[in-house]
Each structure stands twice: as C-alpha cells, then as structure tokens.
C-alpha cells in the first residue's frame, strides 16, 4: 500500500520507519523546505527523532502535493495546532491524488476553534466518500522506531479499506486493533495528555506511589464521565486509546506532557517552560480547551478544574491538592 505522511516530528518519522520496514512505499513531507532538505541530506531527523537513520526506500518530499499523486493512505502526523494548515496542503494536493481512500489523523489533541476531535475537523472539509479515522495508542516514537513491541489502535467508521490498512501497518512488532468508536478514541487521545501533566505533578511534590495509584485511578474515572458524556463509548476507555495511553503517557520518561507536570510540581512556571519549545506538549492547550467545554456543558471534572487552575490561572500545586482532597466525601463511584 501507498502511504503519504505529512508532517515530520518524532513521531511522523517513526510511523514512516516502521511503514518502510514492513514493506509499504512511503513517502515524507515535511512541513518546511529546509527540513525536507536537512533529512535528505542526512538522513536523520535530528531535529525531532536524533539517532535514527532513515531507510533509503523512504521518500522525502519537499511538496506535498507531487506526494499525494501515488498515495492510497495519508497520515496527518502534525500537533492539533498545525491541523489547519496540515488540512490545507491536504486539500491542494487532494483533488489530483486519484488513488487517495483514506486520511488518518496522528494528532492526539482536540480543535479548539470548533470544539471537535480531529477526525471530525479533517472530516468536514474533505470530499464527501473520502473516509477518515484515527491511530492512536500507547506508542513513543523512539521505541516504534527501535522495533519493539507495540500495539495501536486503527479508529474508523465503515471504511472498506480497513482490514488492509491494519495488515499494512501490522508486523511481528506492532500489534494493529481496530474500532469504530472513533469519537471515543479521539476523545481519549486527548484527555490522557491533560491528566499525565497531572502524574507528573505528583512526581514533582514527591507525593509517593499512594498518591500517584490513587491520582491515576480517579483520573481514569473522570476519563470515563467525560468520554461517555461526550459521545464516546466506555469500552474505549479501557482499551490501548484510554487505559493503555494514559499509563504510558503518565510514567514514561519521555512524556512531555509528564515532564512539564514534573517541572511545575518543583516550582516552576509553565509559560517559561513552555517558551521557545521547538516541541508541542499538547496537554497545556488542551486542558484549557476542555476545560471551556466542560463550562459550556455543565461538566463537573475536578481534576482536570485544578489542573487548568494550576496551568492557566497560576494556582499552587500544592493548594490544589488540598483543594481536591478535602472535598465533599462520597462514594467510589461518584466525582
């Protein structure tokens, strides 16, 4: 199968080694000339995945739109920020692209704008019986691209080119599972980023392992009110896109969204973390964007309302924790 992949940070990169591995031409475009150029001439990413030499079947593409004339699946592997965009290339280069079925989001975020997962923002704006989904799951992208062992999850509604898409991406190395609970799994994809700064936190204040197990059990339950209450199913939440991600995100040293919690918990302010990242921690903008939806529809999510104070509104972690632990009491089952 023809695959073209827009957008090469870490984790674009990695699908694209993985993809050429398993025996799939594929082609990279990266979102600038100068990257483009910068990774044909070395053939690493040192930017966004050091260390990691580019397999000499895989194409770098300094335009999209030559890209997409072969391309049967198109994964959109940018942050939610540059979805618009990312969109936009898309849509110039689409109409030539004869043998394109499918568009894939990689963005594990939610639009902020329209308040809709990705799959639903790429959904409205290309032709009608071009079919769309999602993968997501619990995947680092240096360790994809080491090879190890690995699962995703390939979210879709109805699309007759699934089954050979997940033979496509399947190998002895990673595991592909379908679903066709898209809005669940895309809702998921983004919450566990919001409640990983949370862990690292946790970390950061030195709370122990009590506080961690018990932070991260109460964050899978609000996971859980707001996926269903959004339109998601609650099977996704303990599935590779909710239960998998969450852990991986929130333990993983590698984790941004952890790291930036890690940092915040030991003192220090997250817009000066966050200044001059060449890297998107998505979580920072996410819980701001889930917290405005939580207003609009009456949700009660008291995590993720502590964790917006502390990110947006310069609350002491400290204060926060206290804020959420002397609360009202009540059962397990409860907020």
């Known amino acids: ?48 995945l050091p260390g990691f030499e ?45 043998q394109a079925h499918t568009t ?19 959904r409205k704006h290309l032709p009608e019986g071009h079919h ?3 993968l997501s799951g619990p995947n680092n992208a240096q360790e994809i691209a080491q090879g190890k062992p690995a699962a995703i999850l390939l979210a879709h509604k109805n699309n007759p080119h699934a089954e050979q898409i997940q033979q496509t991406l399947s190998s002895s190395t990673l595991r592909v599972y379908t679903s066709t609970d898209v809005q669940g799994v895309s809702l998921a994809a983004a919450l566990k980023n919001i409640y990983a700064i949370g862990a690292g936190i946790c970390a950061g204040l030195d709370l122990g392992d009590n506080a961690t197990a018990a932070y991260l059990t109460r964050a899978l339950h609000e996971m859980q009110k707001l996926i269903t209450t959004l339109g998601g199913e609650t099977k996704t939440l303990y599935g590779l896109s909710g239960f998998g991600d969450l852990v991986a995100t929130s333990t993983g040293k590698w984790s941004r969204n952890r790291t930036l919690g890690v940092q915040i918990g030991e003192g220090q302010k997250p817009e000066q973390l966050l200044k001059g ?30 964790l917006y104070s502390i990110l947006h509104q310069e609350k002491p972690p400290a204060q926060a924790l206290r804020d959420l632990m002397t609360r009202n009491l009540t059962t397990e089952h409860k907020s």
Request: charged share 15%; aromatic share 6%; glycine share 6%.
């Open 1 to 48: 199968m023809n695959y073209c992949i827009l957008g090469a940070g870490a984790w674009g990169t990695a699908i694209a080694i993985h993809l050429v591995r398993n025996g799939q031409s594929t082609t990279l475009v990266p979102r600038r000339y100068e990257q483009a150029l910068e990774l044909t001439t070395t053939r690493e990413n040192k930017t966004y």
């Open 54 to 98: 580019l397999p000499l079947d895989l194409q770098i593409a300094a335009e999209a739109k030559p890209a997409l004339l072969e391309a049967e699946v198109i994964l959109l592997a940018c942050p939610i920020v540059g979805l618009p965009q990312t969109t936009q290339t898309l849509l110039a280069g689409l109409a030539t692209a004869n």
């Open 104 to 122: 894939l989001t990689l963005c594990k975020g939610w639009e902020p704008h329209d308040n809709i997962s990705p799959v639903e923002y790429i």
């Open 132 to 134: 769309t989904g999602a």
């Open 277 to 306: 990242k060449s890297t998107v921690t998505e979580g920072y903008k996410t819980t701001e964007t889930f917290h405005n939806l939580c207003q609009q529809k009456a949700i009660d999510a008291p995590i993720l309302e502590q």
